[in-house]
């Protein structure tokens, strides 16, 4: 789809997408941009160049891919740290209980940033339950639902609207994930009155290496919600520096500095979306998607995703012989990951994949299983997993 525009590794099909988006011309061009202006300019380019407003600006455009309006979303800090400050928000705000809920199979990192906050909140109880009894869970004990919305290993996709609905019918604030969901699949927070959500753009919206995350919050809870780092950028007007802190919106997540480039590279790959609709993009996931999920079947291996429309932007496979054979097709040039137990992840994203390379990738997985190249001492697991 937009292929030309994208520096990808050379002779290579890069499925890896849901772990790190690849570099596009124009996030290297506005990278390049700030590194001059701050050869040129430096400490006025806080001014010239604006640096001092592109969190916001670029915040606004993430703002029209989860569905929300701008004063609602900021961008900083990475996810596991929004995490933290929208969950101390979440318990402030529903204090009279005390339990935060999730599913076991939740993204790791979650878990042991809830399992932080109980361990300073007390009282403050974390409990995991399987995804499928996940609503016999919910009840008036619980004051938080934390959920990732696409499922980190086998790509499914919780019923946002569906689930948030049942807990706000008990009284339940809800924060959800999106890191594998934004850029993967269309998403409308406001229309299913999320309370909190947060999520990274270096995987779907290709903002680089440890891009700024966002964090977002319904306007319902503005006037009411605290955070736990109250950091000068969210100052109502950080350059008084004013004793007393006060802040106003979303801004009051905000932390220290923001990272310029990192910011500036996530603000040229959201260039990319202009003009593309997200449900188109995500049409086409799903197609490449299911004739991936097709070949790979035909194959005889065993796909774990999920082979409804409620699938995030990969294709997981379970494989006795898969850590072998993720590093068979990794030196053959098909980029893939492995997770330990038994998993590989394929990430069939149209910004930048063609359906001949999926055929491609699928012949490839064929040669090296009749060959058998997968089971080499060579591929066999001694070293660090990536
Ligand atoms: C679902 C999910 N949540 C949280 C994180 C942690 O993100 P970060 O390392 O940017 O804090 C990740 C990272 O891959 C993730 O996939």
Redesign the pocket.
Known sequence: MRKEHFILPSNAIYLCG??LGPMSKVAQKSVHETLSQWGSEAVKAWNTAHWIDASKQVSAKIAAFIGVAENEVTLC???????FKVLMSALRLNSARKVILTTED??P??LYIAQGVSLFQEGVQLKTVHSEALYEHLDEEVAVLML?H?N?RDAAVYDMEAITKKAHQLGILVIW????SVGAVSLNLNACKVDFA???T??YLNGGP?SP?FLYVNACHHEHMETPIQGWMGHQTPFDFDLQYRSIGVSKYLGGTPSILSLKALEGALEIFESIEQTHLYTLSMEYSDFLIRGLEELGLQVVSPKNQRRGGHVALMHDEAYGLSRALISEGVIVDYRAPGLIRLCVNPLYLSLEDIKVCIQQIQRILETQMHLLACYQKSRKVT
Do not use: E, W
């Open positions: 849901h772990s800090d990475s996810t596991s740290v929004n995490l939740n993204f990192a979650d990732t696409v980190y994930d999106l890191s594998h947060v999520g990274c270096y995987k440890g995350a």
